[in-house]
């Protein structure tokens, strides 16, 4: 699938339908007074005769949509959701507990991976993974990420709480899923020759044999840096939580930090957003997870 073609199919799906006969056969009918949203439009149904107002992926949410999408972008870029939660009262005097940001974070990264996931992406040949220690509980889980380096879109991400070669299959098998390339380089871990041999050379997954480039630290004494410049920025938030807490949450927050260094936030050596080049610009407007949100509502 063409990123044009896509992006003909989301402007398809824009449309307003009844949220309990999915008939497009209505008409505005006043509008529901909400407390923190203002007014929100409802729609009279002519099919099955019911009132319903369009979801945009904020159905019977209390707060506004700027927000809870400030308090995602914040959260994902610098801030805690406690220091979060002050900036709110303090600046907006809007009151809501550190546990709703972590909510709306946890919510909105799983709904808008969903939708990203099945996008047509136009990568480049040459990938560069590799994985590192994420510090959850007083202890070190494991991070993998695959960058292109055309793009700079991350391609696959895994989070894992052990290194072997059936979580470095697994791993790989999501970085190509967008796109096989020629080469992907890792470090030297032994785990990594194997995984590549189970899943291109025994014709698992395409039968299209990907190049595995090995960058061996020990011998050549330079780092698999492509990929590093990924870990820093990553590891640096993390960092900024004083680690992740419980192992069924840190999985969706790294995700919810590959969609902020994928589609909101653009990359400081190119000057633009990986999906932008990656021809997914999706017109998402200056509040790029309002967008994304709206969009993944469609889906």
Known sequence: MT?????????QKKKI?????????YIKKGYRKTENRGKIQKYYCKECHKFFTNDEGFYRMRYSTQTITLSIDMYLSNLSSRKMRNQLKRHFQTKV?????????RKYSLMVNNFVEKLGYNLGDNFYADETFIRRD?????FWACVD?????????????????????????????????KFIQTDSAQFYPKAFKKLFYKNKIGGLIVEHKIQNYQKTRIHNYKIETVFMKIKDRVDDFRGLKALWSAPIIMVGLTIQHNFIEEHTTTKEYPCSLAGQDLDLGENRWLGLIKLASKD
Do not use: M
């Open 97 to 105: 507990s550190h546990i709703t940001i972590l909510d709306w974070v």
């Open 138 to 142: 007083k202890q070190d889980d494991r």
């Open 17 to 25: 339908k009844c949220r309990f006969c999915h008939s497009e056969n």
């Open 149 to 181: 380096w055309d793009t700079r879109l991350i391609t696959g991400v895994h989070y894992s709480i052990a290194g072997n070669i059936e979580e470095a299959k697994i791993f790989i098998e999501k970085s190509v899923k967008k796109k096989k390339p």
């Open 3 to 11: 990123s044009e073609t896509t992006n003909k199919n989301l402007s």
